[in-house]
T-cell receptor, first 115, second 113 residues
Framework: AQTVTQSQPEMSVQEAETVTLSCTYDTSESDYYLFWYKQPPSRQMILVIR??????QNATENRFSVNFQKAAKSFSLKISDSQLGDAAMYFCAYRSANQGGKLIFGQGTELSVKP | KAGVTQTPRYLIKTRGQQVTLSCSPI?????VSWYQQTPGQGLQFLFEYFSETQRNKGNFPGRFSGRQFSNSRSEMNVSTLELGDSALYLC????????????FGPGTRLTVL
């Protein structure tokens, strides 16, 4: 069975600084997708960024980028120029290419941004 | 385009009762997935429906069931409620392909007393 682990329950960053959230996963599959979701206090889950396992190039979305290390099964999220609106719970998630829409989530990292 | 809607937003039930939650996906989306979110267990996958068929199922007891209608709207039912069923229930819709983005609804907060 696949598992996703986020070892940092809480993180804090100063506004305008950079922060990296860690995520590791375990799978025996070769074809899968990885995601980072943001859940603000409103509880609305929002997709931040996604990565296809077969792509070596790391995904980037504006201030958000990932460091995907397939051999190490590591998928970290880097947030540059942090803003107050980035404060939220961040979830790393795994989706197999063979299991439809099923997402397996990590336990989450609560990010606070200090002004 | 309207987002994913879930009704009701809040629900209070007592142990032993049953409950039905509803999810209306984004227009054109054929896949609806359900998740349970609790402080202790985190986010756990319940099941996914695609074109009225259950495509995937998580590790939940048979008290948890669902269905999807021809208009892609989905309902989730929990029978014989237990205190541990208190949670935020999220649904997500997508076009159905594994790469397609899942759009989440605001959730239904269920409290079992």
């Amino acid at each position: 069975a696949q598992t996703v682990t986020q070892s940092q329950p809480e993180m804090s960053v100063q506004e305008a600084e950079t922060v990296t959230l860690s995520c590791t996963y375990d799978t025996s599959e070769s074809d899968y997708y990885l995601f980072w979701y943001k859940q603000p206090p409103s509880r609305q889950m929002i997709l931040v960024i996604r990565q296809e396992a077969y792509k070596q190039q790391n995904a980037t979305e504006n201030r958000f980028s990932v460091n995907f290390q397939k051999a190490a099964k590591s998928f970290s999220l880097k947030i540059s120029d942090s803003q107050l609106g980035d404060a939220a719970m961040y979830f790393c998630a795994y989706r197999s290419a063979n299991q439809g829409g099923k997402l397996i989530f990590g336990q989450g990292t609560e990010l606070s941004v200090k002004p | 385009k309207a987002g994913v809607t879930q009704t009701p937003r809040y629900l209070i039930k007592t142990r032993g009762q049953q409950v039905t939650l509803s999810c209306s996906p984004i227009s054109g989306h054929r896949s609806v997935s359900w998740y349970q979110q609790t402080p202790g267990q985190g986010l756990q996958f319940l099941f996914e429906y695609f074109s009225e068929t259950q495509r995937n199922k998580g590790n939940f007891p048979g008290r948890f069931s669902g269905r999807q209608f021809s208009n892609s709207r989905s309902e989730m039912n929990v029978s014989t409620l237990e205190l541990g069923d208190s949670a935020l229930y999220l649904c997500a819709s997508s076009l159905g392909g594994v790469w397609n983005e899942q759009f989440f609804g605001p959730g239904t907060r269920l409290t079992v007393l």
